[in-house]
């Protein structure tokens, strides 16, 4: 079976959204994953009050045999209470420990990931009811849903506002320093996967917004379509590339109209496939400066053959074995990005087969890289130094020295070549040392894909590195 990386792999998991706080569940490293998007939108300034999605309000964990056994369950599916928070929607149910949650809504939960789908449509105020088993017996409940917990923090204030897109609202996280400003910010963007960026705690991405807001800046994070507390959006996996970054061109202009902005000190931050995105981004509507860290100058059909190269040997496959392999990607790859074939089609050849499900994650529908299909082929298309030529602003192009995922210092030092080319003197390249594709400390990629597999260790190993060399680039300017 062929097994590869593909990258961002830590910053492409999960959220589960029905615990107390969020958290995110790794996926295996011989499944990593990647990037972030873009396509046409209408949308406007102004947006309703978005009524908070709900959550659970417990802690919970998927079954085993061993549990089903213990708790004499006439079922194997369901998830299991572990601990109920006063006050939630948990409680308001009377759910216990050890009770086994089979509905919601008269929808079955399996999984996790079933009862996070099963809350994207329920908000707080929303009459809930669930099956369950207690003891062995069945039992339902019903109730009134109760809001997902919001962001606190005493050092600086939080505030949830939206934006409207075509007929629906975008939730807009913003950490805003006290006072009235106007504040330096800088507008957000994660990398590729559909996860929802509030509340999540000690997640790199969390920290990054906490600890640039305590040094003074407001940060502004703008949710992906169809994620968190969204309203009537497409879903995240049913967009192209240039949709998504119609989402954040919505938050952003919204961002340019809030009084405590600072609007000569406005920045953009692409992390990752994010990182492809700011540009483009930024050559719609014009910004001080954009920083962008972990990325590629590349074509995505380049990128990915190299990645390839790069990391596969590191993760322990044979050289020879890896040169097969690519040989095998190279006219799939090109069938795919360059010729635009779908994965149904591509799955018709029984050589490509075992690439697509194993490196490509194809899902059998039209998901890659759990995304849809389009979003990559719109990403092949994308002229990356277009929208840098186009886009007149300073720029920070910053790599870790242990990314593992954006592996190559050549690319970056490019891009910021690119960049003083079409505007002399106004990009800055800087390596990172002992820092990561997640922010975190590893001196090299080989030590990033190690520490990648010690559990918890990108929520414990955080560079602050990052912060200082934001703040003092923009300081500088």
């Not at 705690?201 to 807001?213: F, M, S, V």
């Not at 050559?283 to 972990?294: A, T």
Request: negative net charge; aromatic residues 12%; charged residues 20%.
């Amino acid at each position: 079976m062929t097994q590869a990386i593909i990258p961002n792999q830590f910053l492409g998991q999960t959220l589960v959204s029905s615990s107390r706080s969020p958290n995110f569940i790794p996926i295996p490293m011989k499944k990593l994953l990647l990037f972030t998007l873009l396509l046409l939108g209408v949308f406007w300034v102004q947006a309703q009050e978005i009524t908070r999605r709900a959550a659970l309000h417990a802690q919970i964990t998927e079954l085993n045999d061993s549990l089903i056994t213990a708790l004499k369950l006439p079922v194997n599916a369901g998830i299991m209470v572990v601990s109920v928070d006063a006050g939630g929607t948990a409680a308001a149910l009377k759910l216990s420990k050890n009770d086994v949650i089979v509905e919601v809504n008269k929808v079955p939960i399996r999984s996790r990931a079933e009862l996070r789908a099963a809350f994207k449509t329920i908000r707080s105020g929303d009459p809930i009811q669930v099956s369950f088993y207690r003891k062995a017996k069945l039992k339902k409940s019903d109730a009134i849903a109760k809001e997902a917990v919001r962001e606190q923090f005493a050092s600086y204030e939080t505030i949830y506002d939206a934006c409207s897109f075509s007929d629906g609202s975008i939730r807009m996280i913003i950490n805003k320093p006290k006072g009235t400003g106007p504040f330096p910010t800088i507008f957000f963007i994660p990398g590729y996967s559909c996860y929802s960026l509030d509340n999540i705690g000690q997640h790199p991405y969390g920290l990054i917004a906490q600890l640039l807001a305590e040094a003074g800046f407001v940060v502004i994070r703008t949710e992906k379509l169809g994620e968190g507390d969204n309203f009537n959006t497409p879903d995240c996996r049913a967009v192209g590339f240039y949709t998504e970054v119609d989402g954040f061109e919505a938050g952003l202009i919204k961002t340019k109209t809030l009084a405590y902005v600072d609007q000569a000190n406005l920045y953009i931050f692409g992390h990752s496939l994010g990182a492809m995105q700011a540009p483009l981004l930024a050559s719609r509507q014009s910004v001080k400066g954009v920083i962008v860290e972990g990325t590629s100058g590349d074509s995505w059909f380049e990128y990915i053959l190299a990645m390839f190269r790069f990391q596969n040997p590191i993760t322990g496959m044979d050289y020879a074995e890896n040169e097969d392999l690519i040989q095998t990607a190279t006219p799939l790859l090109y069938e795919y990005l360059v010729l635009k074939k779908t994965p149904a089609e591509l799955a018709k050849n029984e050589a490509y087969k075992d690439i697509l499900v194993n490196l490509m994650q194809y899902d059998g529908g039209d998901l890659i890289w759990d995304r849809h299909y389009s979003y990559w082929q719109e990403l092949q298309d994308f002229n990356q130094p277009e929208a840098w030529k186009m886009a007149d602003t300073y720029a920070l192009i910053l790599r870790g020295s242990g990314d593992f995922e954006a592996f190559s210092t050549e690319q970056h030092q490019a891009i910021a070549n690119l960049i003083n080319f079409y505007h002399p003197g106004k990009a800055d390249f800087l390596l990172l040392p002992n820092t990561d594709h997640a922010f975190c400390k590893s001196n090299t990629p080989e030590d990033s894909f190690l520490n990648g597999q010690v559990p918890g260790y990108h929520y414990t190993q955080f560079n602050p590195l990052i912060i200082q060399t934001i703040k003092d680039w923009i300081e500088m300017l």
